[in-house]
């Protein structure tokens, strides 16, 4: 089973709003409201961040929003923080299995 | 507070087998379908396998098909996770995971424990 397609990087300056994109087919993003989005600093346990494609867990800030566009999901994380610097993982349901992508590490210059 | 705990990692020759193990605590673990989740060295993510509540639905990634089984025991609140045929690729930190009954999001990870294939 193929990954699902991230940028391996993106960045930008505090305040600022950035972009990932998460790209797989209609046999998994396209074809499920089941994308989620995980938050990994380096030696500690993945968060979850979004999930069902837009919905934010409790204590989550109201800075990261999800969306979909057929095929491709998106994490945007408004107002960047140093603290928002981490990799990000998208995942999607795609029939009896789950997929992640490659992953984005997000720079905050 | 709710917690997941893996053990059994540790260093196994290429062609061994390992069984990890995790210990749930804090909600009710009969209630919720579990994965485990991996990351290679210097790697991304990887989902490994999925099972439901009650044991109604088991999923595995290929690389892993025929060789891993995933199991639990509810009246010991413990998820498993056994390795055959191990290889050089199935080195990684493994983590197991539960799944939030959403989706198929994972919103409570424990902190992993590392299995490293090697001669």
């Known amino acids: 089973q193929s990954a699902l397609t991230q940028p391996p990087s993106a960045s930008g300056s505090p305040g600022q709003s950035v972009t990932i994109s998460c790209t797989g087919t209609?046999?998994?993003?396209?074809?499920?409201?089941?994308v989620s989005w995980y938050q990994k600093h380096p030696g500690k346990a993945p968060k979850l961040m979004i999930y069902?494609?837009?919905k934010r867990p409790s204590g989550v800030p109201d800075r990261f929003s999800g969306s979909k566009s057929g095929n491709t999901a998106s994490l945007t994380v408004s107002g960047l923080q140093a603290d928002d610097e981490a990799d990000y993982y998208c995942?999607?349901?795609?029939?009896?299995?789950?997929?992640f992508g490659g992953g984005t590490k997000l720079t905050v210059l | 507070d709710v917690q997941l705990v893996e053990s059994g990692g540790g260093l196994v020759q290429p062609g061994g087998s390992l069984t990890l193990s995790c210990a749930a605590s804090?909600?009710?673990?009969?209630?919720?379908?579990m994965d485990w989740v991996r990351q290679a060295p210097g790697k991304g993510l990887e989902w490994v396998s999925y099972?439901?509540?009650?044991?109604?639905?088991?999923y595995y990634a290929d690389s892993v098909k025929g060789r891993f089984t995933i199991s639990r025991d509810d009246a010991k609140n413990s998820l498993y996770l056994q390795m055959n045929s191990l290889r050089d690729e199935d080195t990684a930190i493994y983590y197991c995971?539960?799944?939030?009954?959403?989706?198929?999001?994972?919103?409570?990870w424990g902190l992993g424990t590392t299995v490293t294939v090697s001669s």
């Open positions: 995971v539960r799944d939030s009954n959403h989706g198929y999001a994972m919103d409570v």
């Open positions: 804090g909600f009710s673990f009969r209630s919720y379908n």
């Open positions: 099972l439901g509540h009650g044991s109604r639905a088991i």
């Open positions: 209609s046999s998994d993003v396209g074809g499920y409201d089941y």
């Open positions: 069902e494609v837009n």
């Open positions: 995942t999607s349901y795609g029939g009896a299995k789950l997929i």
